[in-house]
């Protein structure tokens, strides 16, 4: 299945932490992830987690159960897909910090997105959702722990006491929370390799990362979704890791949820270019230098923001990426076999409407300007989608409600599908405004006599 790909083991990441998919849906895409050529999993639960105890007010309304987890492991298995959970356990802590029982840990009182690295306690908070996590994944052999995007690190109180202290820095206190978080990952079980987001090592001092022994412990991954990636200065990065003592390395690439927090179906071509320059990166490495690669399909870009592009929307684009990195190119072959199992006679990557966005953009459409033969373009369509539009509404819903749970659907339609079908009112009305010409003015009244006062006529 791998054939020449520089990337031995290529990962599919879940973010549930928005519209997360029912089981029965994960049944029917897991057969199709492993024939496009995937061999695991990133599953970053959040939420959707089914912590016990005292982290059971974690839970989301449609959290899985523990049964539901061993059943998605098994599918898994059953499509021989690895599975590596992902735990936050620094920033992206929003889930957690939330709420009112665990504010107090926080880095920066009013905002919940950042662990406070110097209580004991916060330890022993992450150390309990990880004990959870393996113990309902008994065969995992890495573990995610997040820690990207640590925001406000170093801002507050006890944080600022501590870099008052000579040789302390906000990297030092960053390293030593991740070293404390593997350690007790290594502790708990040490057949476990954590992983972390490679973000906050990107511009630490060699001698410091090298110092601080978390290249001992972790893995990191190098994630960048931009479809210009520099690719000499990721290479110049991974050369930078292997000096300072980190003995394996993994890439990150995007299939969605990368170009934008409310974007509703992913640009294609965007996500190829970045796959391609990911390609660039590791054959200009010997064979193997990377570990793998995870594709990742962020649904948030953080716990509070909007949902972007839905798993089912964005299926497309992970075949397409997925093809491309086995076949080293996105050729007529990769793209045959795409619409093939996927069912399409073309794999759409068309760019948004542009009779629309050229010829009737807002500006024209304040000045009511528009090419004559624009509006053969856009009217006929535009009224042919409003007449159907209960009906595909009714369709979409019934859609998904097949794969997502009541939240979601709800969450979808208020935020992509009523706007939707008042701007398409609103294009309809400023056409027709434009479409109809204006009735002449009426003409001049009849001039009158000169001198005669017409008021005054019988």
């Known amino acids: 299945m791998s054939g020449s790909t520089p990337f031995k083991m290529r990962l599919v ?57 061993k059943e998605i492991l098994h599918l898994a298995g059953l499509n021989e897909l690895e599975v590596i959970p992902l735990v936050q356990t620094f920033g992206h802590m929003e889930f957690v910090l939330k709420h009112a029982a665990f504010a107090h840990l926080r880095e920066v009182g009013p905002f919940p997105c950042t662990l406070n690295p110097h209580e004991a306690e916060s330890l ?74 490679d973000d906050m090592l990107r511009d630490l001092p060699e001698d410091q990362l090298a110092a601080s022994g978390v290249p001992q412990l972790v893995e990191p991954v190098l994630w960048d979704y931009a479809a210009d990636l520099d690719v000499h200065g990721k290479v110049l990065l991974m050369q930078k890791y292997w000096r300072c003592g980190f003995p394996r ?84 072959d990769a793209k045959a076999k795409v619409e093939n199992l996927l ?42 989608l409003l007449a159907q539009w209960s009906t595909l509404v009714r369709e979409l819903e019934v859609a998904l409600q097949l794969a997502f749970y009541p939240d979601a659907v709800e969450e979808w339609l208020e935020e992509n599908v009523h706007p939707s079908l008042q701007r398409l009112q609103a294009l309809l009305q400023d056409l027709s405004e434009v479409a109809t010409p204006s009735p002449p003015p009426p003409p001049p009244p009849p001039p009158t006599s000169p001198g005669r006062d017409t008021a005054q006529d019988p």
């Open 124 to 197: 022993a908070l992450v150390g309990a959702m990880i004990d959870q996590v393996l113990e309902l994944h008994p065969g995992a052999r890495w573990l995610h722990v997040g820690c990207d995007e640590v925001y406000y690190l170093g801002e507050g109180e006890a944080s600022r006491r501590w870099l008052q202290q000579e040789q302390n820095s906000t990297g030092k206190l960053c390293l030593s929370h991740m070293r404390a978080v593997a350690s007790h990952v290594q502790t708990q079980r040490p057949s476990v390799t954590p992983l972390v987001w």
């Open 343 to 384: 069912g399409i006679s073309n794999l759409e990557m068309m760019d948004p409407v542009r009779y629309v966005t050229g010829w009737f953009s807002p500006y024209h459409r304040r000045r009511k300007l528009i090419h004559p033969v624009m509006v053969q373009h856009i009217q006929p369509a535009a009224l042919s």
């Open 249 to 332: 390395l993994w890439a990150a690439s995007a299939f969605k949820g990368a170009t934008g927090p409310s974007q509703a179906v992913p640009p294609i071509r965007h996500h190829l270019r970045n796959h391609v320059q990911w390609l660039q990166v590791a054959g200009s490495r010997p064979t193997d230098s990377l570990q793998g690669i995870i594709l990742t399909g962020w649904q948030r870009y953080d716990h509070f923001s909007v949902l972007c592009e839905l798993l089912p929307a964005g299926v497309p684009s992970l075949a397409a990426c997925l093809q491309l990195l086995l076949h080293g190119g996105f050729d007529g």
């Open 13 to 69: 990441h879940l973010d549930l932490k928005g519209a997360p998919p029912k089981v029965s849906y994960l049944s029917e895409i897991f057969p199709l992830f492993r024939a496009l050529g995937a061999n695991g999993l990133l599953i970053e639960y959040e939420d959707m987690f089914p912590y016990e105890g005292p982290l059971r007010l974690l839970r989301a309304k449609y959290a899985y159960s523990p049964s539901e987890i």
